[in-house]
């Protein structure tokens, strides 16, 4: 190589350098699950001290839904409370169900009301307060054709198979569903909406969700997967689950086995923020790659929780170490009870221009609004053509450099 050409590739490295020097600078100020360990830990001896669990426990998921916190009195155990908050959780929780697992409480500050983690987790009065949301902004009562069904789309749909989840997200888009009692789909419909697809020749990607897919036992999801293997033109099956995030324990050797038998499998996840991407995700997370399963996660833009590009841009990168491949960013639907989360559109466009070119591809998701009325996902991204005549457009890099570029044909 000429000394030239040399001597210009350092200098443009000098300068590629400094596009990220103000997000270095920000990482101290962005806790992960990874820096925070030792502190989780900590947590995490205190819970269990307090409730008199084993370590064995603590590696249980059912002893950790058992012992879902779900009460103020017994929150005010492991966090600090003023009267006023005491009295917040008490009033918004007789409206909205809330639970949390002792797991993901050992994930929250105890000290902190602004936590990222309590955030997503804990009533607040806002939830109450929100008149302009609405129950069902995708209109999912409409498009159900067979019980447990949503179907949006021409060659794939959703099969509903519980209402419970390991965490009642604060944010949820379909509270209307989540009521007061956990409810696992009555076997009947489960069946309905198999044959459903089993009768639909177009359908060749089938979605479990629910609620939490995870949270059903190991033989039901073996029975769906093994009614869905028989459908021939069933290409693919996907979950819908956050255990990997609130419950990582959900993903035991039993469960890891039934998936790699039901290839091709892939499981979509959600997590908001670096801090939920500890060891103990990791280690579900890796269980499920060693079995075959292809992990992608599903974030959702919210006010204070993500709602930074530097956060965004760090959790995106923690989830490649875990093998998790960022799929979605969702702008925060208008479901009644979560306006105190919404964000504007320009929020989420600042994100995705702080990730292109910053970072590694593979860490970049699709920005997603979903349409009124159930029309469907739209993707959203910041400008990079500003124009396109017949033979030159004109197109923005990542470094915002304006370039006139040559779009004629060979022949032209
Ligand atoms: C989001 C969604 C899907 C899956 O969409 P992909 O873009 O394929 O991930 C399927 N059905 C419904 C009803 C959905 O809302």
């Known amino acids: 190589m000429k000394n030239n050409s040399r001597k210009a590739a ?44 084993t370590d064995e426990d603590w590696q249980d998921w059912r002893w950790h839904l ?13 966090l600090t409370l003023s009267p006023q908050q005491l009295e917040e959780i008490e009033q918004t929780g007789s409206i909205y169900r809330w639970a949390v697992s002792p797991y993901y409480l050992s994930l929250m500050d105890p000290q902190n009301k602004a936590d990222p983690i309590r955030r997503q987790a804990i009533p607040s ?66 069946m309905a909406a198999l044959d459903y697809v089993s009768s639909n020749k177009e359908i060749r990607d089938v979605l479990l969700t629910g609620g939490d897919a995870f949270m059903l036992d190991n033989s039901s999801i073996a029975w769906l997967l093994e009614q869905l293997d028989q459908i021939p033109h069933v290409e693919i099956k996907r979950f819908g689950t956050r255990t990997p995030v609130t419950l990582p324990f959900r993903i035991d050797d039993e469960l890891c086995e039934i998936l790699s038998r039901h290839l091709p499998l892939y499981v979509n996840t959600q997590f908001n923020h670096p801090l939920e991407v500890t ?18 996660n599903q974030a959702v833009l919210l006010k204070g929780v993500n709602n930074d590009p530097f956060v965004m841009r760090k959790l995106n990168q923690e989830l490649l170490k875990i093998m998790v491949r960022p799929y979605y960013i969702f702008h925060p639907k208008r479901v009644k009870g979560t306006a105190h989360f919404w964000v504007k559109i320009e929020e989420g466009l600042k994100v995705m221009e702080h990730l292109r070119g910053y970072t590694t591809g593979m860490a970049i998701p699709t920005y997603i609004l979903n349409a009124p009325k159930g029309y469907g996902k739209v993707p959203l991204l910041p400008q990079y053509l500003l124009w396109i005549g017949d033979d030159t457009a004109v197109i923005r890099t990542w470094e915002n450099r304006i370039i006139k570029y040559n779009n004629r044909e060979a022949g032209d």
Not at 38 to 49: A, D
């Open 125 to 190: 009065l806002p939830e109450c307060a929100d008149h302009i949301g609405t129950s069902d902004p995708m209109d999912e009562e409409h498009t159900s054709p067979a019980p447990a069904v949503t179907r949006r789309y021409p060659d794939r749909l959703i099969i509903n198979v519980t209402n419970q989840c390991a965490m009642y997200c604060r944010h949820c888009q379909r509270r209307r569903n989540i009521g007061e009692k956990d409810l696992a789909t009555p076997r009947r419909d489960l």
């Open 279 to 296: 060891p103990a995700a990791q280690e579900a997370c890796f269980k499920l790659a060693r079995a075959g399963v292809s992990l992608g």
């Open 10 to 53: 350092l200098r443009r490295a000098e300068e590629l350098k400094k596009t990220i020097l103000n997000y270095e600078q920000a990482l101290p100020d962005i806790p992960t699950g990874f820096g925070q360990w030792r502190r989780i830990l900590e947590n995490q001896e205190r819970i269990k001290s307090l409730l008199g669990a």
């Open 66 to 78: 058992e012992k879902r916190v779900t009460t103020a009195a017994e929150l005010k155990k492991y």
